[in-house]
C-alpha cells in the first residue's frame, strides 16, 4: 500500500513536503484553502479547512491528517480524531500552539526557562505588569497571531488599549517582560507518536520587522553547553506538550547566558529551510516520516555550515522567474527554492540555500543570491 | 512568467524532475503514456507520443519541450520544431541516440576513442568481423534497445541469424568488438542551448545483467588522468552531436588503460542518480535549467563519496511501502528513492543514495539498504 498523508493548508510549507514525498514513494493530497495556492500540484480539494465535513471528506482514505499551519479549530482537530483519523500533531499538542497563554502556563509548570509573563484582562493589570518589569514590556494576543503580528511593545496600557477594549468577557491578553537578548536560536526536534525522537542543530535566527530574515546553522559559538541546553529544552517540550511531527523551538540567548522560550511551531519552520540542502534529512521529510510513525532520519550536516536567507516581498512587477538566471548565473552554488506566491512587500515568496566550508563565503554567496529577488 | 516545461514520457526520469521543479518553481507538465505512472503527479496529458497531433496539443503553452527517454520519433520531433516549439535535446542530436550505427559513424568523425566496430548485414559480413577480432564481439540491434535489450554476444553468425532474418531490405546490425575491459565509467555533461556546459565527475558503474546496479562518485583511482580524458569525451561529444540537457556517456576502462565509448543517453542517467544527495546540483535540477537555458548549476560534490544501489525486481507480494520502515530503521541516513512502480523481475523500482566520507561505509550502507528492498 502507498502511503498516504493528507496536509491541511496549501501553503510553502505544504509545497515544501511534495519533493521528499515524490522521492520516498508517499502520496501526499493537499486541502487547499483556494486555487492557485503554493501546493497547488498535489492540491487534491480545495475548501475551508475550519469546516469539520470538508476536512472528513478530504481525510477519507489517508494514513494521517498533518498540516501546513496551526489554524485548524479544536472542534475540527477533534471531529477528525472521534471519526478515528489520524491526526498529527494531535488536539492536545495544537491546543497549546493555538493559544499562547495556555502555552506559557504549560511550560511553567514543565520548569522550561521562560522570560516572566502573565495574563492581563485590563488596563490596571496590564500597568502593574509594566512597573514590575521595568516599564516596558511584550503585549501579545493569544490566539491567531504569526510572523509579528499580534504582537506589540508597549511602555503603557494605553499602548494597547484597543486589544484590551476588543476583549472579550472573560478575555485576557498575555504580556512578556522585555527580554534583553543578544541573538536568537531556534531548535528543532522531530518526534514520532510512538515516540523516537531525533534534534537538529539548534540555529540562530535573524528576524527583522518580526519576520525570520537569515538562518545560520549550526548557530555559531554554541557547541557544548548552549547546545546542549537548547537540545534538552526541545526533547523536554516535544514530550511535554506530546508533540508530533517537526517541533520548532523559538529561543531567546540572553545577556547573562541564559536561553528562554520565545515561540513554538508545531510543523516545519522557517528557520529549518536550510535542512534541505545542508542536512541528510531534511526537516520537510522529516515531518512526513514523524507523522506516518515511520522510522526518523538523519539529521547530521551535510556540509559545516549552511545559510539560509529568506526572499521577502520581491519585485512588484517581475515575476520572480525574470530574476532567476541572472541569480543563477552569479551564484552557480545557491540553491533557490520559490513558492509559487504573487509578490507583495514583506511577503515570504521564497528563500536561498547554501552550504560550505567557510561560513563568511556561505553567508556572503547566499545574501548574494537572494539579493537578486529583492524589490 | 512561470517557466513551463513539457517532459514527454511519464517514467521515473520524469519523475524525479518533479523535486527539483517544485523548489526551483518550474511549472512541469508530463505526456504520460498511460495514467497511473511514476510522473502520474505532474501529468496533465494522457497519450501517444508517437502521434504529432497528441504531441503538439500537449506543447502548446510550454517554454520547451524535453523527454523522459530518447524514444520519440524523428516525425514527431522535426512536427514541433517546425511547429515553433523549442524542443531540448533536439531532432539531430537525437537522431543519434536513436541509432547505434549513426552514432558510432558520427563519433569517427570526431575522432572519439570507441571499439572496433562494423555495420553488417548478412552472414558474411558478421563471420568476417568476428574472424578479424578474436572470434568473439558483441552484436547489437541500431534502434530500441535499453537496459540490455537488443544486445548480443556471438561467436558465430549463426548465433545472430533470427536478427539477421529479421532485417530488412536495407537493414544493418552493429557489430562491436568485445572489449577487453576492467570495469565501466559513465562521464556526465550538461549543456545549455546557448553553448555554456558543466562536466560531472566521472563515476564508476557496475552493471548486472547490463543493467545498472551501482554507481560510485567519483569513480575510484580515477583522479587526473582518467578522469581528465572522460571529461575531455564528454565535452567532445556533448558539442559534436549537438546535445542539450544531460548528457551521458558510457566508458569502457580497457586493461591497457585506454577509455572507449560504450553507450550515450541524451537525458538524466541511471548512472547519475547519485548527484541527487550528493551533489550541489542534482541531474534532474541541471537537465531542467539546460533546457529552459538557464544558467547551469554547481556540479561539486556534496560529500568526498556517494554510492547510488539501484533496488531492481522488489518483492513480488508486498510493496515497496511495506519494506520501508525497516530499511529506514536501521539505515537512517540512506536516501531512499522509489519510482512509484509495480515490482516485477529485474525492473528498476527504486534506488538508494548514500553520501559519506568513507567509501567502505558509504558503500555498505547503500547495498544493505538497498537489500531491504531485494526479491
Known amino acids: 500500500m502507498t502511503l498516504q498523508v493528507g496536509i491541511v493548508g496549501g501553503g510553502q510549507l505544504a509545497r515544501m513536503m511534495i519533493a521528499p514525498a515524490v522521492e520516498l514513494g508517499i502520496d501526499v493530497r493537499v486541502l487547499a484553502e483556494q486555487p492557485g495556492m503554493s501546493a497547488g500540484l498535489a492540491a487534491t480539494a480545495v475548501g475551508d479547512y475550519r469546516d469539520l465535513e470538508t476536512v472528513l471528506a478530504f481525510a477519507r482514505d489517508v494514513d494521517v491528517i498533518t498540516f501546513d499551519h496551526e489554524h485548524v479549530p479544536q472542534d ?30 504549560r511550560l511553567d509548570e514543565l520548569g522550561m526557562p521562560q522570560p516572566a509573563w502573565a495574563a492581563v484582562s485590563d488596563a490596571a493589570g496590564l ?19 504569526y510572523d509579528g503580528k499580534g504582537v506589540r511593545v ?77 537540545a534538552d529544552i526541545g526533547e523536554a517540550i516535544a514530550v511535554g506538550l506530546g508533540v508530533t511531527g517537526m517541533l520548532a523551538v523559538e529561543l531567546f540567548e540572553t545577556t547573562d547566558g541564559r536561553l528562554l522560550v520565545n515561540e513554538l511551531a508545531m510543523r516545519p519552520h522557517n528557520s529549518g529551510h536550510w535542512t534541505q540542502d545542508g542536512s541528510i534529512t531534511s526537516q520537510f521529510e522529516q515531518h512526513l516520516r514523524a507523522v506516518l510513525d515511520l522510522p526518523l532520519g538523519d539529521t547530521a550536516l551535510r556540509a559545516p555550515w549552511s545559510v539560509m536567507v529568506n526572499i521577502l516581498g520581491g519585485p512588484a512587477t517581475d515575476a520572480l522567474a525574470d530574476r532567476l538566471p541572472a541569480a543563477l548565473d552569479a551564484h552557480p552554488a545557491a540553491k533557490v527554492h520559490t513558492y509559487g506566491k504573487d509578490p507583495r512587500p514583506g511577503r515570504k515568496v521564497g528563500h536561498v540555500n547554501v552550504a560550505g566550508a567557510d561560513l563568511d563565503e556561505v553567508c556572503y554567496e547566499a545574501r548574494a543570491a537572494a539579493a537578486f529577488f529583492a524589490d
Chains 1, 2 share one sequence.
Open 127 to 145: 500597568d502593574a505588569f509594566l512597573e514590575a518589569h521595568g516599564g516596558r514590556a511584550v503585549v501579545k494576543t493569544p490566539r491567531g497571531g
Open 154 to 230: 508597549v511602555s503603557a496600557a494605553a499602548d494597547a488599549a484597543d486589544w484590551l477594549g476588543a476583549l472579550a468577557e472573560d478575555g485576557e491578553l498575555l504580556v512578556e517582560e522585555l527580554v534583553d537578548f543578544t541573538r536568537e536560536l531556534a531548535q528543532q526536534v522531530a518526534r514520532r507518536p510512538s515516540g523516537d525522537s531525533v534534534i537538529y542543530p539548534v540555529v540562530e535566527t535573524v528576524q527583522r520587522d518580526g519576520v525570520c530574515a537569515e538562518a545560520i546553522a549550526p548557530a555559531p559559538h554554541a557547541a557544548g553547553r548552549l547546545a546542549d541546553i537548547a
Open 76 to 105: 475540527v482537530l477533534q471531529g477528525l480524531v472521534a471519526a478515528g483519523v489520524a491526526v498529527h500533531p494531535g488536539p492536545e499538542a495544537l491546543f497549546f500552539a493555538q493559544d499562547k497563554l495556555r502555552m506559557r502556563a
